[in-house]
């Protein structure tokens, strides 16, 4: 089981009374010095097990907390690290080290439990773990079983899609006891034996041709919807914008479908984790935050297809006597009827125009975080492309796994588009360097068929280098995703979908321009990322979910 490791020069055995609530599952161990934790975490590697946390004390005998911190980063980087702070240090300690804690050189600084119960300390505790967990560790129960020969780009695909859904999931071998399990379940019901396999919780196994099948197989599809039934709102994309929408739309007695083209979260979902997001402190994962927002929309009666990208729009109309008819959203798998509409399908990362790049996606080259994939870089070199924060945050994620990480980036230095807190945990982090005024121009495979090698091309004076290379991760660009859009919805000229008084005057209704967040077409609205103008970040798009609903509102009973 997983390794605990408490190091406190006189209290250890306090510690490890609090920590008796963890010994069913975690390996918990003490250390009286820094010295001494780095042997325990480098016994507990070496006979094969894994350390998930470390909890200190504010001072150790032997060396500052922060240095150890950096050894026990080199010897376990994928372990959490806590400050359990004495009540009698806790203040004075804090001014002196909480400046660490914001360029990542720990995760948590927490008062040491004076008495029984102290849930407030346990749940930071439960949370790290979790995070852990979810990013780290091989989960011990699984939601979703998947059986394949190799981990080829469709299974990669479909753990991505999981994991981003907050679905616990395995890969297992054919010839493993839970692989010929699956095996005899999928033969039993007449299948034919192909790869890969999903079972499902209800033990319901099927071939996975597509990312898609596995989505359509758990969650359903829009035709499930009554042909004959038009809901209040739909709202295509289920990043943080759609996610605000549908949360306050449903709370609010609108009938809500989302329909959403990949995973919920959107972008964000593929974060490793959002420091700078009101109300957590301690930070939280982009899928966690996804799917808490997911769950509280489906406690107010939100219906949510994930798989389903829509294919194309047709407006709705007003009739003779004035009665506005449905919008239509058309997938391929069924069509949604709809009085309002919010755009929030949010942007996708723009494609890499180099050679050799584009047919080696899901073998190593990946669009986005991928933090599935961030597992299968122990030990190689990683190159990141971008220099915003969803690439900043990917490279911290990375190194945790990955020999050493190269952030490229065509700008000189980060600052001009990343945040201060991101760029100070990179300065401090030893395996990520920062190559400035530079591009990947082409890329290639190595002897195994996947990435093995990119050539990165100096923007300054054209040099080109080549350079071993197992995983690319690109974060370049945002192109609006909105290709299904008609043209009656106005957009820039770099695609992204004008509202309000951004909408140029000879489209206007009468002499007003449309509502702040209101599209040119009555009835459809557009929040988050793809709209115009807005700010390309988290919390701005929660809010424009938010606030588009009370303009839906109006719009569906103009007394209002």
Known sequence: MPAIILVSETRCPELADEFGRYTRDYDVQTATSAHEAKAVAKRVIADGGQVAMFVTESRLPDAEVLEAFHWWRGTVPTARRVIAAHVSMFREDAE??????????????????RGARDEEFHTAICELL?????????????????????????????????????????????????????????????????????????????????????????YGQPADIDVDTVVDVAIVGAGPAGLAAAVYASSEGLSTVVLES??????????????????????????????????????????????????????????????????????????????SVVVSAGVKYRRLDAPGIERLVGLGVHYGSAMTAAREMEGYDVIVVGGGNSAGQAAIHLARFARSVTIVVRREKLADTMSSYLIGEIEYNPRISVQGCSEVVEGGPGEDGRLGWVTVRDTRDGTETRRD???????????????????????????????????????????????????????????????????????????EGASVVSLVHAWLDPTR
């Open 96 to 113: 002196r080290l909480r400046g660490g804690m914001a360029k990542g050189k720990y995760d948590a600084y927490l008062l040491m439990p």
């Open 469 to 543: 290379c197992r995983g690319l991760f690109l974060l370049i660009g945002a192109a609006p995703y909105c290709d299904w859009l008609p043209d009656a919805v106005a957009r820039d000229e770099r695609g992204f979908v004008l509202t309000g008084r951004d909408v140029p005057q000879d489209r206007w209704r009468g002499d007003l321009p449309p509502e702040s967040l209101e599209t040119t077409v009555p009835g459809v609205f557009a929040a988050g990322d793809i709209r115009a103008g807005s700010m390309k970040r988290v919390a701005a798009a929660s809010g």
């Open 262 to 339: 990949e995973a919920i979260g959107g972008q964000a979902g593929t974060s490793s984790m959002i420091r700078n997001y009101l109300g957590f402190p301690r930070g939280i994962s982009g899928m966690r935050l996804a799917q808490r927002a997911r769950n509280q929309a489906i406690r107010f009666g939100t219906r949510f297809f994930t798989g389903w990208p829509v294919t194309s729009f047709e407006p709705g109309s007003v009739d003779d006597d004035g009665v506005p008819t449905p919008h239509v959203l058309c997938t391929e798998g069924g069509d949604v009827r709809a009085r």
């Open 130 to 218: 979790s995070d852990w967990g979810s990013t780290v560790a091989e989960p011990e129960v699984v939601a979703v079983a998947i059986v394949s020969p190799v981990e080829d780009a469709l299974t990669l695909g479909i753990r991505d899609y999981l994991d981003r859904m907050g679905m616990p999931n395995r890969v297992y071998a054919p010839d493993s006891d839970k692989g010929r399990y699956v095996i005899e379940l999928h033969a039993a019901e007449g299948g034919e034996p192909d790869y890969p396999l999903v079972m499902d919780l209800g033990k319901r196994v099927g071939v996975a041709r597509s990312v898609r099948d596995v989505a359509m197989r758990i």
